[in-house]
């Protein structure tokens, strides 16, 4: 008996779906707006879910990933409206079962349920027999749960994957990780970078050649293709092969053969292909940089890295994997963490994702010595001082400004307020905090004036000083209007 959940503001619905649910035997469950539907989704391990497009308190497909990343995900059917073409698109990118548009007869729902639960069914045995290595791969987000499972139907498979993803977030890592797990893991794992194939050498370096097929050709050399016979071929920045050659691969995809060059014979390779590219090959496809042919060819399976910054709540668990990686590596006794040091690297925005993490990880362990507990100050100024910029901005509201101000050449602008002071403290030794709280105050007073335009009524009313008190700070400071 499987256990299905209905969640849909109409109770006339509901009732509708529970009814048939258990005249077929199955157990069945409703709720009526997307909070509760979530709770009884923590609590409960359901095979199938019906969930309906638009609820009182949002929209249900926005928490597709949250569903996703359950422990045990259930099989997701989209109730969707005739009108909202958003259901139908969204249970295709959102990797959910189907799709039904209300109403929908009682044939239709039945034949969908007993689809899903087949399929279900064969999924979780083949997971059973199949468990997955993720020694070297870390997160719990939910963006990259849904990675991890479509990484998991990738390794159990022999099918071409693209994986998608902004430099630094572990692209080759994942593909690995599929080879690892894949029936071919006795086989080679051979990276080519196709960013760094010349056109004049791409096909040598590929196929191979004979000795003396062209000038420099001091012996026979097998190509990388051959190498993955019986592996996996990772093309890395796919984005980035010449389009002389994309022809010529197409070919090698669709027979697995290919001529060495020089050679007037064919040869085979058994290889299995996963390629990588931060760049959106559909859209280069319309310019014309990248055969639409060799796109279809490649991307069977696609699987979309997100950015570190879309996923703050894996920074943790990335940093102490990695910190605890490092110390093995130097010999050093496992570090402890100050508090200050986690939100430091949580309000960092990581352009170079995990990459530019795992850099900067490295540089703070090797700062900090022998000492046994990593602090803030133990990381790269660079990032210390964005974050302090960070810190201000929200503090003076300043992030709501900044468009307009930028929109005015040459003129500071508040977002100025206290830069000089931050960028400063982290290239000198500290001065004492009364001196630090002296030039802050120096700063905001000569920034009051510039913005009020020298007037003493706007003056006082925006800083709440008295008058006494300001000419006394003016005096102080040697400032004037």
Same mark, same amino acid.
């Given at each position: ?33 997307? /909070? ?47 009108? /909202? ?39 979780? &045995? ?12 870390? !997160? ?24 998608? !993803?902004?430099?630094?977030? !572990? ?24 960013? !760094? ?30 190498? $993955?016979?019986? &592996?996996?071929?990772?093309? /890395? ?25 020089? /050679? ?99 540089? $703070? ?71 630090? *709280? ?19 009524? *706007? ?15 003016? *005096? *102080? ?5």
């Amino acid at each position: 008996m499987a256990q299905i959940l209905v969640i849909d503001d109409d109770f006339e619905v509901c009732e509708t779906m529970e009814s048939l649910i258990t005249r077929l035997s199955h157990g069945c469950d409703a709720a009526h707006n997307l /909070d509760d539907g979530l709770k009884k989704l923590r609590a409960n391990d359901y095979d199938v879910v019906f969930l309906d497009v638009r609820l009182p308190d949002g929209n249900s497909l926005e928490i597709l990933p949250e569903i996703m990343a359950l422990s045990i995900p259930p099989e997701v059917i989209i109730l969707t409206g005739k009108g /909202d073409p958003d259901g139908a698109e969204l249970a295709i990118k959102g990797g959910v079962w189907d799709y039904l548009l209300k109403p929908s007869s009682v044939r239709e729902i039945s034949l969908t349920l007993g689809r899903a639960l087949k399929y279900r069914e064969e999924k979780v &045995g083949k997971a059973a027999t199949h468990s997955l290595d993720l020694s070297n791969v870390v !997160g719990a987000s939910a963006p990259i749960k849904a990675s991890f499972k479509l990484m998991a139907e990738a390794a159990r498979s022999d099918t071409n994957v693209l994986i998608n !993803g902004q430099t630094g977030t !572990g692209k080759e890592l994942f593909a690995s990780t599929i080879h690892d797990n894949s029936n071919r893991k006795g086989g080679q794992f051979v990276v080519v970078d196709c960013a !760094g194939l010349t056109e004049s050498l791409v096909e040598s370096t590929l196929f191979g050649h004979r000795k003396g097929a062209f000038t420099g050709a001091q012996s026979d050399r097998i190509g990388l293709v051959k190498l $993955a016979d019986g &592996g996996t071929l990772f093309l /890395d920045e796919l984005g980035e092969m010449p389009l002389s050659i994309q022809k010529s691969f197409l070919r090698v995809l669709q027979e697995r053969t290919f001529r060495p060059v020089g /050679d007037t014979r064919e040869q085979t390779s058994n290889f299995r292909l996963i390629a990588a590219t931060n760049r959106d090959l559909d859209e280069m496809v319309e310019q014309g940089e990248f055969r639409s042919d060799l796109l279809f060819r490649i991307k069977t399976m696609r699987i979309l890295l997100p950015p570190l910054s879309q996923r703050p709540e894996d920074i943790r668990p990335l940093a102490e994997f990695r910190i605890e990686r490092l110390c093995e590596q130097y010999g050093m006794s496992p570090k402890a963490f100050g508090s200050d040091f986690f939100s430091a690297l949580e309000s960092y925005s990581w352009p170079g994702n995990v990459r530019e993490l795992f850099n900067i990880l490295e540089r $703070a362990v090797i700062s900090s010595g022998d000492e046994k507990t990593l602090y803030a100050m133990h990381l790269p100024r660079t990032l210390r001082i964005q974050v302090a910029k960070l810190q201000i901005k929200k503090m003076t509201g300043t992030e709501v400004l900044e468009e307009e101000a930028a929109n005015t050449p040459e003129t500071p602008g508040v977002r100025k307020i206290g830069q000089d002071i931050i960028e400063n403290i982290f290239d000198q030794e500290l001065p004492t905090l009364l001196e630090f *709280k002296g030039i802050a105050e120096k700063v905001y007073l000569g920034e009051l004036i510039r913005q009020c335009g020298g007037e003493l009524p *706007k003056i006082l009313e925006a800083s709440k000083l008295s008058r006494s008190h300001f000419y006394s700070l003016l *005096k *102080k400071y040697d400032l004037s209007m």
